[in-house]
């Protein structure tokens, strides 16, 4: 079966006139991404020479896809539109709310048990809007797109910042929040700003224990957490060409680690073999015939340096496996190397558990190589010395690496399989005798290794690497063994080496005739309703914002000042709080509570400038609101960076907050608050940070002349009556000025709905 192939169809038949147009009107070499970008620009918004990383553009993606756990909260939003369905093709994707803890089918009973309510919310508002449904079990968001709706030279939005894994099959495909994803499904323009370019070239070809997941390794310590940031990061070149389509996607999905809006890979023979085995030769064949506008020029790839904004340049034939971490996944160590970094920076080497697959790492060809580890382990009288579960990316994938004896080689081993679903990577992981406070080590392939993700413990020293050397590193119960040099000791006590890992890029016997899992739409009842039970704590409709008042911010206590790195996962933690993700009320619970308080170094422990205590920032917030005066939260650089969760910029425009002032953004949680009519601004001076005290009042004037470029003033209004002034910048467009002082984005469009009769 082939999504949406109608779609697909005519957006090959416009391709090529829409770049001679293109070429028309930049006359200029062109880029991948430049080519995909203005093939989707908004009918509104008529194309022109944008200025990278400068001008907004609206541009009008072919699909969009949504996670059950970002999902609630975007339909929530959607309903209160006011329409009656989608404008593009849209997919929802059980896959967060499954607890990875006594394996595949006890878990995936329990998860319908305990999540019955919002599946049924799911699968009903699916049936209304005409929205694919795709079950608890289907698989993971990103691997299900890989398989079924991705295509060369597409353009997708998806509520989970990792959907950046369709640009394996050489489609744009951008993480968002919520809101965003509203306006898309509401036929409305989405904006951007007009994304710079990175581009790397790949020489050489990948051997032996290195793989496409050590690429990304590589360019994580090259770029860190934000070197991404705002840029598209385009992949070409021979070494490029001699990847997998899954080994692309595995690239495409951890360079949201760095910050990037996307990265790509132009059309080649990786994707047409991938798109056939997945049964999807039609596409492929329409792709064939448009190659020539699905890479870039041959102008750019003669002289990348000019056409660029940043050039790289990476040897596969020099590549050597990385270990990543721990507690961030830019700290990027070559696995020759983890041996004195271990040493040298106290790292626990004693690895309780690895773990393998997930997303970004759950391929036949992941699989099939880690499976060939083992296999040879078994061979050579070899046992796992750590823990080792397996999470396959999807029932397809599941099916065939079962039937092809790779998952019972990794029982054998002792390891476990967990359900077709997020599970550890996203801290839904249920450790067996865990202790929250003990000092130990994991070793997984997943993207993310802050501290606290996986299992809650911020003592949980997590490192990241390939599948093949999670499992040899599983085997050996070390962290600073390397498979290329070091011997293990087997059951007779003998010394023996790993050999390297083979594996295929896709199953010899095909993929089969699986049960995917997928809900058609039914045919949508006109009016109906659905139905939320009064009392229930996983689902609550909204309410709309109220809009500014037009009037400056004055007198705001700071609600918080945090201190180092703060991530969506410290603004809005997962976990436990997965389940109240349809509740705004309830999540709201967990806002901040994973921030550094600056003025005492403890988490969740705040002045409350009301009672003159210390409490939770939650009910500090709720007492600021019901009092009528809001706050304001200050934060460092980076602010919001990793996940694209909604509830990291709802919650506290629910709780009152009115301001935000950081030293930088992320960029999707910059753009998700200001969605949310939460004013973003950035200190001038980073140094002015220092200046604010813990129970300052705060004052943000020249609001009332809110414009473009236009600095805002920060006056600090100290306990003991003195006064400090200083200048902040804000990166706000005419539009999303109108977001603020309607309140909110969705304000504007159930506005717009309702003039037109909508």
């Known amino acids: 079966m082939i999504f949406d192939f109608e779609m697909i169809d005519s957006f090959y038949k416009q391709l090529e006139s829409r770049i001679m147009d293109i070429r028309i009107k930049l006359n200029h070499p062109l880029t991948l991404s430049e080519k995909i970008l203005f093939s989707h620009i908004y009918s509104q918004n008529p194309a022109k020479s944008f200025v990278r990383g400068v001008d907004y553009v609206d541009f009008m993606p072919d699909r969009v896809a949504m ?97 950046p894994n369709a640009g394996g099959l050489g489609m744009i495909a951008i993480g968002v929040g919520g809101a965003d994803a509203v306006d898309v499904l509401a036929g409305m323009g989405w904006e951007l700003k007009f994304p710079k370019l990175i581009g790397i070239k790949l020489t050489g070809k990948l051997s032996g224990w290195s793989s496409a997941k050590d690429i990304i390794l590589k360019i994580s310590g090259l770029l860190t957490v934000k070197g991404g940031t705002g840029h598209i990061i385009e992949y070409f070149g021979e070494g490029a060409e001699s990847l997998s389509c899954t080994g692309k996607a595995t690239i495409c999905n951890m360079g949201a680690e760095t910050g990037a809006t ?17 049964g999807r030769k039609d596409v492929s064949d329409l792709a064939i015939k448009n190659m020539g506008h699905l890479t870039a020029d041959s102008e750019v790839y003669a002289d990348p340096g000019r056409y660029y904004d940043q050039y790289i340049e990476i040897n596969l034939s020099e590549l050597e496996p990385y270990i990543n971490g ?57 046992v796992a010395r750590s823990e080792f579960k397996i999470t396959p990316g999807s029932e397809q994938i599941r099916s065939i690496t079962e039937r092809d004896g790779f998952l019972e080689l990794f029982r054998k081993i002792g ?9 550890p990577c996203i801290g839904q992981w249920a ?33 990241v690497a390939s599948p093949e050397i999670v499992t040899a590193i599983a085997l050996s119960g070390k962290l600073t063994f390397n498979p290329i040099t070091d011997t293990l000791v087997n059951s007779e006590g003998k010394e023996v080496k790993l050999t ?123 007492d600021y609101r019901d009092a009528g005066s809001g706050s304001i939260v200050v934060g460092e650089e980076n602010f919001g960076e990793g996940s694209s969760r909604e509830h990291a910029a709802m919650e506290p425009r629910y709780l009152g907050v009115k301001v935000v002032l ?32 813990e129970d ?58 309702k003039k037109n009769g909508i």
């Open 500 to 622: 390297e890992p083979e594996g295929l890029n896709l199953p010899p016997d095909g993929f089969g005739n699986v049960d995917s899992g997928y809900q058609t739409p039914v045919h949508r009842l006109e009016g109906e309703a659905i139905i939320i039970a009064p009392g229930s704590d996983r689902l609550q409709l909204l309410s709309p914002f109220k809009e500014w008042d037009r009037k400056d911010f004055l007198d705001l206590p700071l609600l918080i000042k945090a201190k180092g790195k703060c991530t969506t996962d410290h603004i809005s933690m997962a976990g436990f709080w997965l389940k109240y993700r349809g509740h705004l009320e309830n999540i709201s619970e967990n806002y901040m509570i994973g921030a550094m308080n600056y003025f005492n170094d403890r988490t969740n422990s705040i002045l409350n400038h009301l009672t003159g205590s210390y409490d939770t920032v939650p009910r500090t917030a709720r």
């Open 662 to 693: 950081v030293k930088s953004f992320a960029r999707i949680h910059e753009t998700n608050l200001k969605k949310q009519g939460i004013l973003t601004i950035c200190f001038l001076n980073k140094d002015d940070y220092n200046k604010i005290k």
């Open 696 to 753: 300052d009042r705060i004052d943000i004037t020249g609001l009332t002349g809110f414009a473009p470029d236009n600095q805002l003033t920060v006056i600090l209004n100290h306990s003991d009556g003195t006064k400090e002034r200083f200048q902040s910048n804000h990166s706000y467009n005419e539009s999303q000025i109108e977001w603020f002082k309607a309140g909110s984005a969705l304000n504007i469009i159930r506005k717009s709905n």
């Open 326 to 382: 721990p507690f961030t996944p830019d700290l990027a160590t070559p696995i020759s190397r983890m041996k004195e970094e271990a040493v040298k920076n106290k790292w626990p080497v004693d690895v309780e558990v690895g773990l393998i697959g997930s997303c970004t790492n759950s391929s036949y060809e992941d699989i099939s190589r880690a499976a060939s580890v083992v296999k040879n382990a078994l061979s050579q009288k070899l």
């Open 415 to 423: 390891g476990e399989v967990f359900a077709n679903a997020c599970g």
């Open 67 to 163: 996670q059950d756990a970002t999902a609630q909260m975007a339909i929530l939003q959607f309903m209160m539109a006011g329409k009656e369905t989608t404008a593009v093709p849209t997919s929802v994707h059980c896959d967060h709310l499954i607890l990875a803890q006594s394996g595949a089918e006890a878990d995936l009973k329990s998860a319908g048990v305990t999540n019955k309510e919002v599946y049924e919310f799911l699968s009903s508002v699916c049936n209304k809007y005409d929205i694919g449904f795709w079950k608890p079990g289907a698989g993971i968001i990103h691997q299900i797109v890989l398989e079924n709706y991705a295509f060369p030279g597409g353009m997708m939005i998806g509520t989970d910042s990792h959907t």
């Open 431 to 463: 450790r067996k005798d865990a202790n929250n406070k003990k000092v130990n080590t994991i070793i997984h392939s997943f993207n993310r290794n802050f501290a606290k993700r996986s299992d809650g413990n911020p003592n949980t020293y997590a490192f």
């Open 262 to 278: 996307c990265s790509i890979f132009s059309f080649d023979n990786s994707m047409t073999e991938y798109l056939t085995a997945t």
